[in-house]
């Protein structure tokens, strides 16, 4: 009983913010979630109640409730849509911490967070490994789109259509000192974010060719630590903690103007989760975390907002068009929408075709994917369906995730539409100059 009071305790910290919801329901005309199950404990307003009730005993199952908050793509579309401005991501990422610290990581869980995500070169190590031995486990599927799936039936990789890993991380040869590091012009460090340094490091390379362009003076540390998302959003805590001060160890010693990422999970994550979710460490801690994030930016809102990219640099091949998936990291946690769709016309090689709810989720949710890939694909069907209509034989995005999420929807719909990042795009416009 003392350990469940202590639970209750912790949460009744949150009760200034749960209060906050009137039980409007403006969250499940929003919710992906609740859209596909119609279940009041998929969506904002349930969830909300649920760990209300638990932090005042009239529930007293925390893993139950665990379960339902786990079952949340943390999208952010109902904390974007709420009147009251009730703060659900934050309520729902530390409940997740507090029932987590509580209950305790499942040992899976365990051994892939703290063994080998908190040590990067643990990890690096595992998915270089992961590299060597996939081609024999795989076969093409789509040449397009370059997805592969499983030879064989697997409990992890399932019906998933995926794209593999790369033979090393991009990091590894990306690795790179400021040419001028006492000269003038903008200096910025680059953090791929793990999909991009290990599956899609083409988008790292693209991102090279811009800033080499537009003579952006470029550091890339030789450790990439992972931003500590996919460790919270599992309720741990003491990994994201522990991979926040590794980054902030890496990028304090070098100055620069910005921290730029390519990736928009990783970015909101540095601006809006970093601050959020170390209000527990040292106030010393605290300040730096706070110097880092407000020099981070996306890469398509530093291209077009600080280097005032705009005007097209080729002229529009009208036989091409190019239509854009809005990541909620992007759009919902950031506010960041004209500036990608700017990056693109600026490359002026595809015309830009919107789709219809270009905002809609993907359904990838990160770990939600792994755990309910059904849900998620068909949460995606949304989105493929949005996309086939433009009619565009590319279709781009901010995000890597979302980049695997719509691989996999146009590989099994046997669609041939490429997926690129915005940044592809412009680097390849500008390679033809």
């Given at each position: 009983m003392a350990d469940?009071?202590?639970?209750?305790?912790?949460?009744?910290?949150?009760?200034?913010?749960?209060?906050?919801?009137?039980?409007?329901?403006m969250c499940q005309a929003v919710c992906p979630l609740y859209a596909e199950t119609g279940r009041e404990a998929d969506v904002a307003r349930g969830k909300l109640v649920l760990v209300e009730n638990l932090s005042k005993e009239i529930l007293k199952d925390p893993r139950a409730v665990k379960e339902r908050l786990d079952k949340c793509l943390l999208c952010g579309s109902c904390e974007a849509a709420c009147p009251s401005g009730v703060k659900v991501l934050e309520v729902f990422l530390k409940a997740r911490a507090i029932?987590?610290?509580?209950?305790?990581?499942?040992?899976?869980?365990?051994?892939?967070?703290?063994?080998?995500?908190?040590?990067?070169?643990?990890?690096?190590?595992?998915?270089?490994w992961m590299a060597r031995i996939q081609g024999p486990f795989s076969r093409?599927?789509?040449e397009t789109l370059g997805s592969s799936c499983a030879r064989f039936m697997s409990p992890v990789i399932g019906d998933r259509h995926y794209l593999p890993i790369a033979a090393a991380a991009w990091h590894k040869k990306g690795r790179r000192d400021f040419q001028h590091p006492k000269g003038e012009g903008i200096k910025v460090a680059f953090y791929p974010g793990c999909l991009v340094d290990k599956v899609l490091p083409r988008v790292a390379d693209a991102a090279m060719k811009v800033f080499e362009y537009h003579q952006v003076d470029v550091f890339v540390p030789d450790q990439i630590p992972c931003c500590g998302i996919p460790a919270l959003a599992?309720?741990?805590?003491?990994?994201?903690?522990h991979l926040v001060e590794k980054n902030l160890d890496i990028f304090e010693k070098v100055p620069f103007d910005y921290l730029i990422t390519p990736c928009a999970t990783c970015t909101a994550t540095i601006v809006k989760l970093w601050p959020m979710m170390t209000d527990l460490l040292p106030e010393a801690t605290r300040d730096r975390v706070q110097a880092l994030s407000e020099k981070t930016r996306d890469i398509n809102e530093f291209l077009v907002s600080v280097l005032n990219?705009?005007?097209?640099?080729?002229?529009?091949?009208?036989?091409?068009s190019v239509t854009y998936h809005d990541p909620c990291h992007l759009r919902k946690s950031l506010g960041i929408i004209d500036q990608p769709r700017t990056l693109i016309k600026a490359a002026g090689s595809r015309k830009l075709v919107e789709m219809k709810d270009p905002e809609r989720c993907c359904g990838m949710g990160g770990s939600f994917n792994l755990q309910h890939y059904e849900t998620s694909r068909k949460i995606g069907e949304k989105k493929l369906n949005c996309i086939a209509a433009t009619g565009a034989d590319t279709v781009a995005t901010g995000c890597p995730a979302c980049m695997l999420q719509i691989t996999d929807l146009l590989s099994h719909a046997g669609l041939s539409v490429s997926v690129r990042h915005p940044v592809e795009i412009y680097a390849e416009a500008i390679g033809n100059i």
């Open positions: 469940m009071r202590k639970l209750v305790r912790m949460l009744n910290e949150l009760d200034e913010d749960m209060v906050q919801c009137v039980r409007c329901g029932i987590t610290g509580y209950l305790g990581l499942s040992p899976v869980k365990k051994a892939i967070f703290r063994g080998f995500l908190s040590n990067p070169d643990r990890f690096d190590g595992l998915l270089k093409n599927v789509n599992s309720g741990d805590r003491q990994t994201f903690e990219v705009g005007t097209a640099e080729m002229p529009a091949d009208p036989g091409r």
